[in-house]
């Protein structure tokens, strides 16, 4: 059973920067491509940021192009979101993703998901 555990969330000011962990186990970390998403207050999980599974390409959500840089490493079965700039539209539950590839993920045909984790931002 593939498990997907994220760490890393946290409440801080406007233009902060936090980082946020996921350590998947029980599977073949490479097989999969990688993503985060955010899922704010009344809305719909909406993906920020994929990664493919050789690290080699990664996709932004316009709103956070410049700000958030993913990264995975596939010898210790981590992927990392890094987010700078942060801002108040930037808080909600952030949500480690595995998918078939970058191109499933965008799609949201997502394979496995991690529990969540709270980003909250303040103006």
């Known amino acids: 059973q593939v498990q997907l555990v994220e760490s890393g969330g946290g409440s801080v000011q406007a233009g902060a920067s936090l980082r946020l962990s996921c350590v998947v186990s029980g599977g073949t970390f490479s097989d999969f491509a990688m993503g985060w998403f955010c899922q704010a207050p009344g809305k719909v999980r909406e993906l920020v940021a994929t990664?493919?599974?050789?690290?080699?390409?990664?996709y932004y959500a316009d709103s956070v192009k410049g700000r958030f840089t993913i990264s995975r490493d596939n010898d210790k079965n981590t992927v990392s979101l890094q987010m700078n700039s942060l801002k108040p539209e930037d808080t909600g539950i952030y949500y480690c993703?595995?998918?078939?590839?970058?191109?499933?993920?965008?799609?949201?045909?997502?394979?496995?998901w991690g529990q969540g984790t709270q980003v909250t931002v303040s103006s």
């Open positions: 990664v493919s599974w050789s690290g080699s390409y990664a």
């Open positions: 993703a595995a998918a078939e590839t970058v191109a499933a993920m965008r799609r949201k045909e997502v394979d496995y």
